[in-house]
Nanobody, 116 residues
Framework: QVQLVESGGGLVQAGGSLRLSCAASGSIGAIAAMGWYRQAPGKQRELVAQ???????NYAGSVKGRFTISRDNANTAVYLQMSSLKPEDTAVYYC??????????WGQGTRVSVSA
C-alpha cells in the first residue's frame, strides 16, 4: 500500500505561480512512476505531468514550458512547480503513484483556482 498526501493548492491570479507537493509513504519501493493529474469541473481527469524513477518527465501539451515536475531521490515526494498560471488551469490536482504491478494509488486532491 502507498499513501499520498498533497499540499500547496490555493487561489492565485492569472500569471502567478504555485508549488504543489505530494508526500508518499508505505511501499515506496513498489513505485515505478509518480505524477499529477487534474480534474476541472465537468471534465474528465487528465494527466498533467509524470516522472519515472529514472527522472524522465513527460508533460501534457497544455502545461509544457509552464509546469515542472520533480521528485526527491528517495521517491518519497513529488512536486509540481506551476508558473504562468491561466484560468483554465483551475482544477483539483491529484497526486498519483503508479506501481510496477497493480492499480495506481491516488491522493485526496488539492484545489487550485486561478482568477482572471
Amino acid at each position: 500500500q502507498v499513501q499520498l498526501v498533497e499540499s500547496g493548492g490555493g487561489l492565485v491570479q492569472a500569471g502567478g505561480s504555485l508549488r504543489l507537493s505530494c508526500a508518499a509513504s508505505g511501499s515506496i519501493g513498489a513505485i515505478a512512476a509518480m505524477g499529477w493529474y487534474r480534474q476541472a469541473p465537468g471534465k474528465q481527469r487528465e494527466l498533467v505531468a509524470q516522472i519515472t524513477r529514472s527522472s524522465s518527465p513527460n508533460y501534457a501539451g497544455s502545461v509544457k514550458g509552464r509546469f515542472t515536475i520533480s521528485r526527491d531521490n528517495a521517491n518519497t515526494a513529488v512536486y509540481l512547480q506551476m508558473s504562468s498560471l491561466k484560468p483554465e488551469d483551475t482544477a483539483v490536482y491529484y497526486c498519483n503513484a503508479r506501481p510496477y504491478d497493480g492499480p495506481a494509488y491516488w491522493g485526496q486532491g488539492t484545489r487550485v483556482s486561478v482568477s482572471a
